[in-house]
């Protein structure tokens, strides 16, 4: 009995030792172990503020549905390596202490050089729920690339949701550290609460599932075939789950190197491919997303009513307000895959750095962060008939434009981001000019080339072209952003202000907002390289002789004095058949778009009316 006794204790010695060793060496901790919280095993990316925080608030993780976003002392809690902004650091921002207006930000509160800053191994930045109490419109927010805490108020972001774990996390105090009891639990206790949660949680799931599949219809489900290197359906075979989540590239290469059943000729698939494994009508029949049909765009092809097997569209937005349940019983699979989200090869048309996949759990497409974790992989072998084509982003010019940059940065910095770029093979990156930057808006007629904001590589003067239009459009509505490329932050340009050279224009395209900023201000970077393609000199200078005898009257779009604005902005309307007349008026040489050809001002007039549909400001000039 004394023997068993002693033993005990030494064992439970040994695990207090052990956690207390962890959390000293700073090594990788488990999810609850900090300081009582417990973190969620998902994190959501990508996400307005607003949207974290609905995340955390619906999230259903490990058997909790009482997540939340955490506050900015509780992220400050992940935060290692940084003196500054780890806890008990010297960065003043904290809820606890009732510092969190922006005026109590220092450079203590700054990122440094180094690598992993995160007790989780995360990077990039991630929302808190601290509002700055000087600013409402802002949040505190902490970049994990480099340690900072900083204001955050729009672009995107990560949530990584956390819980109080009162309940299995009764905190001892030893010294310096706080204890868990659940560390010094025995295997068997831990097994058979676990077992129990689990039993219960399978039992809950069972009866939703037998009231869901009541009113689900009855679908035809192509033949499942078990053969000697994997599942086949159809004319493809299909590989075994992975494991593990991963990132996108290393989901490429797991499916390139897999060996298995005998083969090697596995590959990620497409997403018509990992489509075929979809049990579910709505989404399998309807959803848009293709790459064999060449329909990649979040924009165009995806939407909430077609792409979600449950998803209920709000009034004024593409985005879902709700995105249904989430079931682990594989009812959305042929291959019985449970609440995992799959990787295809598929990448989004404006948005380079997303690729589709296919979310079991919740029967839906969407696209997701090829740099972050969380996607399982099925490869693919086999009969491939989907045609598939380059993606590249329609644009007027020949640029070639780089993934944006994961961080923001000043001015100067931006510029030998670009300098220094390696992508793609390429080297030969620089920061785009704002007549380039200015290709990538749409949607806001303003803004876009050849819009009426003044400011274009031709008139760089705060004073002089900065007019009302610059300030862009409203909020974006029905789903419709600003970027062609799926940008909402600010993106710097190389164009510095005339007359104020200690600023930059820049656009900010969540509004499509043309603005001056300071080059010690943060933004965020999309390279560019090449250059416009031949300029079409033969539409300029419409012989005048001609233009007489054809037309007596013609319908004005727009003039501007930048004759390179004036091509592209034809290119715009080519269906319209547009002359480009250039005229010198009081010494300045104008460029005029002009359509029609008319005998009289009344039958100008009747072809009004349409071409205004299209150009509000056209009107009717004589030749």
């Given at each position: 009995?004394?023997?068993?006794?002693?033993?005990?204790?030494?064992?439970?010695?040994?695990?207090?030792?052990f956690?207390?060793?962890?959390?000293?060496?700073?090594?990788?901790?488990?999810?609850?172990?900090?300081?009582?919280?417990?973190?969620?095993?998902?994190?959501?990316?990508?996400?307005?503020?607003?949207?974290?925080?609905?995340?955390?608030?619906?999230?259903?993780d490990?058997?909790?549905?009482?997540?939340?976003?955490?506050?900015?002392?509780?992220?400050?809690?992940?935060i290692?390596?940084?003196?500054?902004t780890?806890t008990?650091?010297?960065?003043?921002?904290s809820k606890?202490?009732?510092?969190?207006?922006?005026?109590e930000?220092?450079t203590?509160?700054?990122?440094?050089?180094?690598?992993?800053?995160?007790?989780?191994?995360?990077?990039?930045i991630?929302?808190?729920?601290?509002?700055?109490?000087?600013?409402?419109?802002?949040?505190?927010?902490?970049?994990f690339?480099?340690?900072?805490?900083?204001s955050?108020?729009?672009?995107?972001?990560?949530?990584?949701?956390?819980?109080?774990a009162?309940?299995?996390l009764?905190?001892t105090k030893?010294?310096?550290?706080?204890?868990?009891?659940?560390?010094?639990?025995?295997?068997?206790?831990?097994?058979?609460q676990t077992?129990?949660?689990?039993?219960?949680?399978?039992?809950?799931?069972?009866e939703?599932?037998?009231?869901?599949?009541?009113?689900?219809?009855?679908?035809?489900?192509?033949?499942?075939q078990?053969?000697?290197?994997?599942?086949?359906?159809?004319?493809?075979?299909?590989?075994?789950?992975?494991s593990?989540?991963m990132?996108?590239?290393i989901?490429?290469?797991?499916?390139?190197?897999l060996?298995?059943?005998?083969?090697?000729?596995?590959?990620?698939?497409?997403?018509?491919?990992?489509?075929?494994?979809?049990?579910?009508?709505?989404?399998?029949?309807?959803?848009?997303?293709s790459?064999?049909?060449?329909c990649?765009?979040?924009?165009?092809c995806?939407?909430?009513?077609?792409?979600?097997?449950?998803?209920v569209?709000?009034?004024?937005?593409?985005?879902?307000?709700?995105?249904?349940?989430?079931?682990?019983?594989?009812?959305?699979?042929?291959l019985?895959?449970?609440?995992?989200?799959?990787?295809?090869?598929?990448?989004?048309?404006?948005?380079n750095?997303?690729?589709?996949?296919?979310?079991?759990?919740?029967?839906?497409?969407?696209g997701?962060?090829?740099?972050?974790?969380g996607?399982?992989?099925?490869?693919?072998?086999?009969?491939?008939?989907?045609?598939?084509?380059?993606?590249t982003?329609p644009?007027?010019?020949?640029?070639?434009?780089?993934?944006?940059?994961?961080?923001?940065?000043?001015?100067?910095?931006a510029?030998?981001?670009?300098?220094?770029?390696?992508?793609n093979?390429?080297?030969?990156?620089?920061?785009?000019?704002?007549?380039?930057?200015?290709?990538?808006?749409?949607?806001c007629?303003?803004?876009?080339?050849?819009?009426?904001c003044?400011?274009?590589?031709?008139c760089l003067?705060?004073?002089?072209?900065?007019n009302?239009?610059?300030k862009?459009?409203?909020?974006?509505l029905?789903?419709?952003?600003?970027s062609?490329?799926?940008?909402?932050e600010r993106?710097?340009?190389?164009?510095?202000?005339?007359?104020?050279?200690?600023?930059a224009?820049n656009?900010?395209?969540?509004?499509?907002?043309v603005?001056?900023?300071?080059?010690?201000?943060?933004?965020?970077?999309?390279?560019?390289?090449?250059?416009?393609?031949p300029?079409?000199?033969e539409?300029?200078?419409?012989?005048?002789?001609?233009?007489?005898?054809?037309?007596?009257f013609?319908?004005?779009?727009?003039?501007?004095?930048?004759?390179?604005?004036?091509?592209?902005?034809?290119e715009?309307?080519?269906?319209?058949?547009?002359?480009?007349?250039?005229a010198?008026?009081?010494?300045?040489?104008?460029?005029r778009?002009?359509?029609?050809?008319?005998?009289?001002?009344?039958?100008?007039n009747?072809?009004?009316?349409?071409?205004?549909?299209?150009?509000?400001?056209?009107?009717?000039?004589?030749?």
């Amino acid at each position: 009995m004394k023997k068993s006794l002693i033993s005990t204790l030494f064992v439970l010695a040994a695990a207090l030792i052990f956690v207390a060793c962890g959390e000293k060496n700073n090594e990788s901790a488990s999810n609850n172990d900090f300081m009582g919280l417990e973190w969620s095993n998902q994190i959501g990316e990508d996400m307005l503020r607003k949207g974290a925080e609905n995340y955390c608030k619906k999230l259903k993780d490990g058997g909790h549905n009482d997540w939340r976003l955490p506050n900015i002392d509780e992220l400050r809690t992940l935060i290692k390596n940084h003196p500054g902004t780890q806890t008990g650091g010297t960065c003043k921002i904290s809820k606890k202490a009732g510092k969190l207006s922006g005026e109590e930000w220092t450079t203590d509160c700054n990122g440094k050089d180094g690598i992993n800053f995160s007790k989780l191994g995360a990077t990039g930045i991630f929302w808190s729920s601290s509002v700055v109490s000087n600013d409402s419109t802002s949040n505190w927010a902490v970049n994990f690339d480099n340690g900072t805490i900083y204001s955050k108020d729009e672009g995107i972001g990560s949530a990584h949701c956390v819980r109080d774990a009162k309940e299995n996390l009764q905190s001892t105090k030893a010294g310096d550290l706080l204890w868990s009891e659940t560390a010094i639990k025995t295997k068997s206790e831990v097994d058979a609460q676990t077992a129990k949660t689990d039993v219960a949680q399978a039992k809950a799931e069972t009866e939703e599932a037998k009231t869901e599949a009541k009113k689900q219809p009855t679908q035809p489900i192509t033949a499942v075939q078990k053969s000697s290197g994997g599942t086949r359906i159809g004319n493809l075979e299909w590989s075994d789950r992975s494991s593990n989540e991963m990132t996108w590239s290393i989901a490429k290469g797991y499916c390139a190197k897999l060996n298995e059943g005998g083969h090697s000729d596995w590959r990620l698939p497409n997403i018509d491919e990992l489509r075929t494994l979809l049990i579910t009508d709505r989404v399998s029949s309807r959803c848009k997303v293709s790459e064999r049909n060449n329909c990649l765009s979040l924009q165009d092809c995806w939407s909430c009513s077609s792409c979600v097997a449950k998803g209920v569209r709000y009034s004024d937005s593409r985005k879902c307000k709700d995105w249904g349940t989430y079931y682990a019983d594989g009812r959305y699979s042929k291959l019985g895959d449970g609440n995992v989200w799959l990787w295809s090869s598929s990448i989004l048309s404006f948005n380079n750095d997303h690729a589709w996949g296919v979310n079991f759990g919740g029967g839906f497409v969407y696209g997701y962060y090829m740099a972050g974790g969380g996607g399982n992989v099925r490869c693919v072998r086999g009969e491939n008939n989907q045609t598939t084509s380059q993606k590249t982003v329609p644009q007027r010019t020949t640029f070639e434009w780089s993934k944006r940059s994961r961080t923001d940065m000043k001015w100067s910095q931006a510029v030998n981001y670009c300098k220094n770029l390696n992508e793609n093979g390429y080297s030969d990156w620089r920061l785009p000019t704002i007549s380039e930057l200015r290709t990538l808006i749409e949607h806001c007629p303003e803004t876009q080339t050849g819009g009426k904001c003044s400011v274009t590589d031709n008139c760089l003067s705060y004073k002089d072209c900065r007019n009302t239009p610059c300030k862009g459009c409203d909020y974006p509505l029905n789903g419709q952003y600003y970027s062609r490329l799926g940008d909402t932050e600010r993106l710097w340009s190389s164009s510095v202000i005339s007359d104020r050279p200690d600023k930059a224009w820049n656009v900010h395209f969540y509004f499509g907002y043309v603005d001056d900023i300071s080059k010690g201000y943060d933004d965020y970077v999309r390279c560019v390289r090449g250059q416009n393609p031949p300029k079409p000199e033969e539409n300029i200078k419409e012989s005048a002789k001609q233009t007489k005898t054809k037309c007596k009257f013609s319908i004005q779009l727009s003039a501007t004095q930048s004759k390179d604005e004036a091509i592209e902005e034809a290119e715009q309307y080519k269906p319209m058949k547009i002359r480009i007349i250039e005229a010198v008026v009081n010494g300045t040489t104008w460029y005029r778009l002009r359509t029609g050809c008319f005998a009289s001002r009344e039958e100008a007039n009747e072809a009004l009316p349409e071409i205004k549909d299209i150009v509000e400001d056209a009107m009717i000039m004589p030749e």
